[in-house]
């Protein structure tokens, strides 16, 4: 007997409706280059989406074919979020952190036929222009200065339709909405296509408690770039619920957010560690000066948040949730809540449990795997994380790469190329990514753990632990440590903190001081370069 329900498609046409009936006086603010704030509403971001979608028709533009975009975060880009899909096209937001030969890579391999670009970001069009077809460039302008030939400008373009004569395509929920690329260290970009239904019930996913609670009383500030995993979900989140969003614009600096989520009072933000550890510095230069009681919580994610910084904004009355996820996961996969056994545990209990990477949230499912299989759940066996759920990939785009379809286990989970461990109450703690991860005589050694209590000193602002090759271990751990403040700590010093907390032969053969680590696009720590300069001095 089958059930007889509606047959209601999940598009995110549907989530606009939403937004545009409920909730069209509810503000979407951008700060723009100029540090002015131009306020605008979901009734009119609806409205513009919708005169997206009908010019991108008028250009030619049909069902799944692809519309990059190449911009910060900022209204205009939240209206391509919607318009682009209500035409039936497909969202494809492009990194402008990679190498402009990255993106151009990526963008031909897309197929894009058409660019949204910033004004401010035209030179990244210029050093790919040549190696990108793309039909029509549309520019978002902050100056009046004069346009190049050829391109469109995104006011002149919209201005010319009616958002009232936009229809509905009555799209299937497993068509394409948008898309993303891995940021790849390794090897080349892949792209990952988010469905409708994906996009949808990720965005549901959103608003559970148990995950970051998105809410019609939150004010968001989404530091996470728009180009990286969709800022998160958060702008198909917000628009569902009606939470008010706070878009930094260019170039955000740690001020800027800071004085951001100040004088809107945001109750959330979400962002890389980078950048909290940032604001942590004005933080602590000026105790009780910035009045962040507004903030329920910040979400951080896409890299482990280090101990002090979670001890020190609590400080700061403000509450970290670390959550883990990936481009290939949409990105939510799990999210570090207390269970009620741990609601009257001893605090420091209470932090470690914060730390780890959480619980899945509902509809997601991990296991883990080693040589011997599927590990217990007993939190000491490391293994790979594999993970399924409806808003987790089934397969890359068109990738060439021979590597690609290893990613996904015969059953149809994907393998994330995280080392774990899953504890008996079946949450998460991350260990490592596969190819970061250090093996000496055999064992594995966590650098996370390591980098994690090297940035709990007083005086070591970033840690990066990396594997170095060893005759006799097969590898051994060294570290790297950019110093807080004028006297750095000796290796002796910081040796002897580490082996209060871990076996002799998991400390650093080295501890090695400089002024910056490299990092990745989206802000996390670049082994690999590090792999290469200290491995080359061997
Ligand atoms: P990306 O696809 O660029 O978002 O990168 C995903 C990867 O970031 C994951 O596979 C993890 O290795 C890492 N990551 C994401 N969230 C966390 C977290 N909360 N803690 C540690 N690593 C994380």
Known sequence: MQGLMMDYPLTTNVILRRAETMYPHREIITRRGDGRLDRSSYGEMARRAKQLALALAALGIGRGDRVATLSWNHAEHQEAYFGIPAAGAVLHTLNLRLPHEEIAYIADHADDRVLIVDECLLDIYDSIRTRVPFEHVVVVRESDAALPEGMIDYEELLAQYDAGDYVDPQLDEREAAAMCYTSGTTGRSKGVVYSHRSTVLHSLALTMADALGVCAADVIVPVVPMFHVNAWGIPYTAAMVGAVQVFPGPRPTPADILELMTSQRATLAAGVPTVWLGMLELLDQAPGKHD????????????????????????????????????????????????????????????????????????????????????????????????????????????????????????????????????????????????????????????????????????????????????????????????????????????????????KWWLPEQIVVRKEIPKTSAGKFLKSALREQYTARV
């Open 292 to 503: 962040l009681s507004s903030v329920r919580a910040i979400a951080v994610g896409g890299a482990a948040s280090p101990q002090r910084m979670v001890e020190s904004y609590d400080r700061h009355g403000v509450r970290i949730v670390c959550a883990w996820g990936m481009t290939e996961t949409s990105p939510i996969g799990t999210v570090s809540i207390l269970p009620k056994e741990l609601q009257d545990a001893d605090p420091d209990v209470q932090m470690q449990q914060r730390l780890r990477q959480g619980f899945p949230v509902p509809l997601v499912e991990l296991r883990a795997r080693n040589e011997n299989g599927l590990v217990p759940w007993d939190g000491q066996t490391m293994g790979e994380l594999e993970i399924c759920g409806p808003w987790v990939a089934s397969q890359y785009y068109e990738s060439s790469d021979p590597t690609a379809g290893m990613a996904f286990t015969d059953d149809g989970w994907f393998r994330t190329g995280d080392i774990v461990v899953i504890r008996p109450d079946g949450s998460m703690h991350l260990q490592d990514r596969a190819k970061d991860v250090i093996k000496s005589g055999g064992e594995w050694i966590s650098s996370i753990a390591l980098e994690g209590a090297l940035m709990g000193h007083d005086r070591v602002a970033e840690a990066a632990v990396i594997a170095m090759p060893d005759e006799r271990w097969g590898e051994r751990p060294l570290a790297v440590v950019v110093p807080r403040g004028d006297t750095p700590p000796t290796s002796d010093e910081l040796l002897a903190m580490l082996a209060e907390q871990f076996p």
